[in-house]
Structure formats: C-alpha cells, structure tokens
T-cell receptor, first 114, second 115 residues
Framework: NAGVTQTPKFQVLKTGQSMTLQCAQD?????MSWYRQDPGMGLRLIHY???????DQGEVPNGYNVSRSTTEDFPLRLLSAAPSQTSVYFC?????????????FGEGSRLTVL | GQQVMQIPQYQHVQEGEDFTTYCNSS?????IQWYKQRPGGHPVFLIQ?????EVKKQKRLTFQFGEAKKNSSLHITATQTTDVGTYFC???????????????FGQGTILTVHP
C-alpha cells in the first residue's frame, strides 16, 4: 500500500493563478481532509469529506474548493492564488467515518505564491 | 468555536532530561489524539485517549487525559535525540453542532534535544 499520496511536493505560483493539489489514498478510507500548516498555528482544517459526493467546510475554507467523486481521490483547488495561501498543505485520511480513528497524512505539498 | 491551546511553543532540553507538553481545550472533548512530526516530515499518529482520567504509556512516553476531558499532557522521560520534532495534540469536540467531527489541532510544541 502506498498510503496517502500527494502531488506535487513543491509548487510556485504567481498571484491570481489557479492550481490543483492532488491527493489519493489506497486504504479505502471514507474520511479525507485537507489541512494547511503555518508556523506557530498548528494544522488548520480547510475542507473534509466523509465519503464520495459529500464534502464540508473546515476552519479556513475561503479561496479553496474540493470535490470527492471517488473514494480514493480528494483534490484541493486554489481558485485564484494569493500570497496568504503560501503554506504547507497536508492531505489526511481515516478509516473511521465517525472521525474517531487516527489520521494518516500524506507527505505534504509546499506551496509558494509570489 | 472550539480552541485547543498547547504549551509551551518551544522546548529545548539536554539529552536525558524530561519533557512535557500540555494541551487545553475550551470545550469538553470526545477524545484527544497526539501526533509527532519530524523536521521536514508529516504528522504521524502516536495515540488516542478516550476515557476521563485515562493514562497510557508507550515506552518513555506517557499520555494523560484530564478528568474533565478538557486537557491532556504528553510526558517524555529521559529524552533522546530521536525525540526531536513537533508534538501536536488534536481534540475532537463532544456533542453535535457545527463543530462536530472537526478535529482541532493545537499549535504544537517544537522539541529540540541537545546531545
């Protein structure tokens, strides 16, 4: 099993550009989520999904869009990148749909917006 | 909304010294999880505590969940250089409402160990 796979690992964007961060898991997990990590602020939830076709907003959803068409994939779209979105992004999944299981994290995607 | 505060933000210790990080929630928690993130790495699950007053041990690591289920601690005995990293707590709020199911992470404690 590959676990949770994120691509790309590094990306540089210009202000106003759009892009998609990819996340795939091969553990048949129902729950998937996106976090951003900034120095001194821990991990903040952007969006999450409890199954295919179901998504919901987290703590910091503005400027991001998600969809969940399959159990395996949960892409994160930046609609119009801003310097404030410079961060490290982590995708995470869990096998327990009721949010009580451990989260398995991908290796992260480091995004810089100029 | 729910807030999870973690202290200290930084901790520098000599190898062999003990280390403790504390986590406090503004609301009662259903459970609390602890994660470790090595420098340049991703968070890795350490443990989950569910019961009031629960204490769990993993070798040199001791985890506690408060009686009121609003605070938790991680204690490392006799630190080693392999303990270096950031330790996060993450609390899941109890009950329903808009915050249900949204695990909230503390800011993390960055541990450095000097050999």
């Amino acid at each position: 099993n590959a676990g949770v796979t994120q691509t790309p690992k590094f990306q540089v964007l210009k202000t106003g550009q759009s892009m998609t961060l990819q996340c795939a898991q091969d553990m048949n997990h129902e729950y998937m989520s996106w976090y951003r990590q900034d120095p001194g602020m821990g991990l903040r939830l952007i969006h999450y999904s409890v199954g295919a076709g179901i998504t919901d907003q987290g703590e910091v959803p503005n400027g991001y869009n998600v969809s969940r068409s399959t159990t395996e994939d949960f892409p994160l779209r930046l609609l119009s990148a801003a310097p404030s979105q410079t961060s490290v992004y982590f995708c995470a999944s869990s096998y327990e749909g009721q949010f009580t299981g451990e989260l398995f994290f991908g290796e992260g995607s480091r995004l810089t917006v100029l | 909304g729910q807030q999870v505060m973690q202290i200290p933000q930084y901790q520098h210790v000599q190898e062999g010294e003990d280390f403790t990080t504390y986590c406090n929630s503004s609301t009662t928690l259903s459970n609390i999880q602890w994660y470790k993130q090595r420098p340049g790495g991703h968070p890795v699950f350490l443990i989950q505590l569910v019961k009031s007053g629960e204490v769990k041990k993993q070798k040199r690591l001791t985890f506690q969940f408060g009686e009121a289920k609003k605070n938790s601690s991680l204690h490392i005995t006799a630190t080693q250089t392999t303990d270096v990293g950031t330790y996060f707590c993450a609390g899941l709020p109890s009950g329903g409402g808009t915050s249900y199911g949204k695990l909230t992470f503390g800011q993390g404690t960055i541990l450095t160990v000097h050999p």
